[in-house]
């Protein structure tokens, strides 16, 4: 067959192409975790397949980028066995290197061949790759955001939402009211709305009535005192009572009527205090704390917003419009031109007074008419001593009686929002923008790690490409890993004497003494390369130099004992003629076998039985 020269095209397309393959496969790694970052991660199957997807792109890279280091590793493999002899142990590291860990540990292959050992090291560094770039594909919640519209009624004010008649005429405040108002003054806080989602807000503005409480004014906060100083002393620690145009009278009312408070007000014009609620209360002073509680129509801008559900409503702005006043059917006034809202407003103020109204003790503990101790008006600093006793000291942080009840008149407007009774209907209501969060688990991809990762892989095996492609130059042909490659590169006579017959199976450890033999790769003579057949053919196959590949290397034989002559030397065959020198004589020591006769001929070869191997 005509010998092929060069080379062969095979090998280094294969390693070229191995390589820009695993480049497109970290490229396409890294464009694949990109497309998902910042994307819902949906459900498990979904996630299941981003993280097989991912670890399926790294085993790829990682598989073509060691392929291709690996067939640079082969080509140095072959370089070294040129350049220099190399002991068999060694040849089996370093043949090895790529598939068993513990050929680093053989300090001659550093000494030897550190390129194949580098390049062998490098091989089993790349996988590490599957470890790092996987992992730069995590998740995080976050918040997501969109809006939706949706109708936002606000307050209500149909007369028979608020109030009930009788045959009579003006009843009071209905159930609803009455519950709706106690529900949050006992609580101190605002009832809870409607969640339109368990993450949302909105911002609402409404017209709705409010409840200013206030120090008493100077003439108002002096008359109370005074009087009940005069009439009562201090029996009475608590008071609270409606106002018309003459306190005098008010408190008379109080103290002395069978049914304490005049709910259809009357002389309410010429006064500023007319109309209010005052609450008077000490604490082991005689000068009582007096506030003044009246009912105003304001325009507000509220914060509506849940988080998982828990609501938090803040007051943005509150403009108040206009005083209101006590408003029934039976007022001498003409009706007014929002009749609804007054009535409304009027009998919200009622349905607190409810409430409020009366008066309480401190020795016995005792309430006329007044709950006020059911309130979170009693955790105030002026009443705490008469709910808890005066022995008990004051706890540090109670806020003063004047700004809890404004707080509780705040709570109360915007509770009304909790009970759709005072709410518009669906259809009356505008249509507004609500802002839903969303508790999303989304990709989080740390492209950082990733290109570092694959960037550092990718560089170092460009360098084992380049290197090998400058090994095949310089070796003037390509090899494999392959049986068949390490078959004809062992063609040499001298492997058959130096292998120990008991030893032909191939079985794990060789002999110490065949380890220990040195080989080098050798081209094939030009002598040789010339003819195909004759007596260079036949005399190149005598000595075993005529073949090229791996060839074992002669050292001059020990003298044998009792012999006087060395091994190497020619000796006498029997017939008187002289046999020429074997020319076996190896640095494992190995006795050359006494049959041993030198092949002469090619067509010595072709007489063999063709039952027999070749």
């Not at 030897?112 to 996988?127: E, F, M, Y």
């Not at 709950?371 to 008469?386: D, I, Y």
Request: hydrophobic fraction near 40%; aromatic fraction near 10%.
């Amino acid at each position: 067959m005509p010998k092929q020269d060069g080379i062969h095209w095979r090998m280094p397309t294969a390693m070229i192409v191995c390589y820009v393959i695993g480049v497109g496969l970290a490229i396409g790694h890294h464009f694949y975790y990109y497309s998902l970052d910042g994307t819902q991660v949906g459900d498990q199957n979904k996630q299941e397949w981003a993280l097989r997807i991912g670890t399926g792109l790294a085993f790829l890279m990682k598989t073509f980028l060691t392929t291709a280091v690996g067939i640079a590793c082969v080509q140095h493999f072959w370089w070294i066995l040129r350049l220099k002899p190399i002991r068999l142990s060694t040849l089996d590291s370093m043949f090895d290197i790529r598939g068993s860990i513990f050929n680093f540990f053989d300090l001659h292959i550093w000494l030897r061949g550190p390129n194949v050992a580098i390049l062998g090291l490098i091989s089993w560094l790349i996988p590490l790759v599957t470890v790092i770039t996987p992992s730069t594909l995590s998740v995080q919640n976050a918040n997501g955001t969109s809006l939706i519209e949706q109708p936002l009624p606000v307050i209500d004010y149909t007369r028979n939402r608020y109030l009930t008649m009788s045959d009579g005429g003006l009843e009071g405040p209905t159930g609803t009211l009455t519950r709706l108002v106690m529900s949050s003054t006992i609580q101190g806080s605002i009832l809870q709305v409607p969640v339109p989602a368990p993450n949302a807000s909105y911002t609402l503005d409404f017209i709705g009535p409010y409840i200013m409480c206030q120090n008493a004014s100077e003439y108002v906060n002096r008359t109370v005192n005074e009087y009940l100083w005069n009439k009562s002393r201090m029996r009475n620690n608590y008071i609270a009572f409606p106002t018309s145009n003459n306190l005098t009278s008010d408190l008379d009312d109080l103290l002395y009527a069978d049914e304490p408070g005049q709910w259809f007000w009357h002389d309410l014009n010429g006064t500023d205090y007319a109309g209010k609620l005052i609450i008077a209360a000490y604490d082991q002073i005689p000068v009582r704390s007096t506030i003044e509680c009246a009912m105003y129509n304001a325009s507000y801008v509220v914060d509506f917003s849940w988080l998982n559900g828990e609501q938090t409503v803040e007051i943005v702005d509150r403009q108040v419009l206009n005083r209101v006043m006590p408003y029934t059917e039976l007022s001498p006034a003409p009706a007014p031109a929002n009749e609804g809202e007054s009535l409304a407003y009027t009998w919200i103020m009622r349905a607190m007074m409810d409430i409020f109204v009366g008066m309480c003790f401190s020795f016995p503990q005792r309430c006329s008419a007044a709950q006020v101790f059911s309130t979170t008006l009693a955790n105030s600093k002026e009443l705490w001593p008469m709910v808890y006793g005066s022995a008990e000291p004051v706890p540090e942080g109670l806020r003063p009686l004047v700004e809890v009840a404004a707080s509780m008149a705040d709570n109360l407007t915007l509770s009304f929002f909790s009970e759709s009774y005072f709410l518009q209907n669906t259809t009356q209501a505008s249509p507004r923008n609500i802002t839903v969060y969303s508790n999303e688990v989304l990709y989080l991809y740390s492209q950082k790690n990733l290109l570092i990762g694959y960037g550092v892989s990718i560089f170092v095996s460009l360098l084992c490409v380049i290197a090998g492609l400058l090994s095949m130059w310089d070796n003037g042909i390509a090899f494999t890993d392959s049986f068949s490659t390490i078959l004809r590169a062992t063609r040499n006579a001298r492997f058959d004497d130096i292998v120990p017959r008991d030893s032909t199976t191939g079985s794990d450890p060789p002999p110490e003494a065949l380890s220990r033999t040195r080989v080098q790769w050798v081209g094939l003579p030009s002598s040789l390369s010339a003819s195909s057949s004759g007596v260079g053919l036949a005399s190149g196959r005598e000595d075993g130099l005529g073949v090229a590949g791996l060839r074992p290397l002669s050292t001059l034989a020990e003298t044998e004992k009792g012999t006087g002559s060395a091994r190497g030397s020619e000796t006498g065959n029997g017939n008187g003629e002289r046999s020429p020198r074997s020319p076996i004589a190896f640095t494992n020591r190995i006795r050359e076998r006494k049959n041993y006769q030198a092949t002469t001929t090619v067509s010595s070869v072709t007489e063999r039985s063709p039952d027999g191997f070749i």
